[in-house]
């Protein structure tokens, strides 16, 4: 049997240049021979003799190295601006949080003062509220007391001894007590006599054949000015049993009386007194209580 003849590497023929080299490098040379051609023929043509030395490929593989080289140090540098450009960026994302965080914190703190304000706001209401109503009551308490001017309609008395009246008949300090409790017990609301207030601590006192009230003389005739319903002070000062011992009294010592309406009337306040030794003192239970000396009653 005959064996097939062999053939060795050596026998085989070379591979193609596209197959061997590299096809940058091969486009690259493959441009520049056609260019050179097409130089050459033209020259040619056109009579000019054609350079018997081309270019060397060596140049275009210097140019295509430096080509490369530049490629790859914009690729780098990109690299590097692209680390930066996220470092900057993830810089600015952390301050933004930073800030959205500190906002965050405010917003929370006004929120708390918002809602303290308000609670201290309704608190002042509520004081306020309280204050006025304890002004009024002490308007009231005062104007009730004698110790707070009023104002209002009302009736005017006048008040005198008999003429040619001895002693003893003059108008003395417990008859204007009786005419004075006649005309509360009658619907007065306030008084004064000759300009002064009537008030809770004050009083008529003789002292001789004078008039004192709170401890100021007064003189006669007495002018009652009377705060209140001037329509039924008159009627009720004459039909109260109080009004009747008043009349009574009048009609037997020959006392000049006479009641007209006042219209509408200005009383002054009293002279607050001057406390020394009395003070108010506040059980624990809230109960006021009055202390004499170490002992309480």
Do not use: C
């Not at 608190?123 to 005062?142: F, G, H, M, V, W």
Request: charged letters at 20%; proline letters at 6%.
């Amino acid at each position: 049997m005959a064996e097939a003849p062999t053939t060795s590497r050596r026998d085989q023929p070379p591979l193609p240049e596209h197959v061997t080299v590299p096809l940058l490098s091969l486009i690259t040379q493959r441009s520049l021979d056609a260019d050179y051609e097409h130089v050459a023929a033209r020259r040619r043509s056109s009579g000019r003799a054609v350079d018997p030395h081309p270019v060397p490929r060596r140049t275009a593989a210097v140019v295509l190295l430096v080509f490369g080289l530049l490629v790859t140090i914009a690729a780098v540098q990109t690299s590097r601006n692209a680390s930066a450009s996220d470092a900057g960026r993830a810089s600015l994302i952390a301050q933004v949080n930073l800030r959205r965080q500190a906002v965050d914190d405010l917003q929370r703190t006004l929120g708390e003062q918002e809602t303290r304000v308000l609670a201290l706001q309704a608190k002042i209401n509520d004081l306020s509220t309280e204050q006025r109503a304890d002004q009024a009551r002490l308007q009231r308490l005062r104007a009730r007391t004698g110790f707070g001017p009023v104002r209002g309609p009302g009736i005017q008395v006048t008040l005198n001894s008999a003429p040619d009246s001895a002693d003893n008949d003059l108008v003395r300090d417990s008859d204007l007590t009786l005419l004075v409790d006649a005309l509360w017990a009658a619907g007065a609301e306030a008084i004064s006599v000759n300009g002064q207030r009537l008030n809770a601590v004050g009083a008529f006192r003789n002292v001789g054949i004078q008039v004192l009230l709170n401890s100021k003389p007064i003189n006669p005739p007495y002018v009652l000015d009377v705060v209140g319903d001037p329509d039924t002070l008159p009627a009720n000062l004459l039909s109260s049993q109080i009004g009747g011992k008043w009349y009574t009294l009048k009609d037997s010592l020959g006392f000049r009386f006479d009641v007209q309406d006042g219209g509408t009337m200005t009383l002054p306040a009293a002279q607050q007194p001057r406390l020394v030794s009395a003070r108010v003192s506040t059980s624990p239970s809230g109960k006021t209580r009055t202390q004499i000396g170490d002992s309480a009653s």
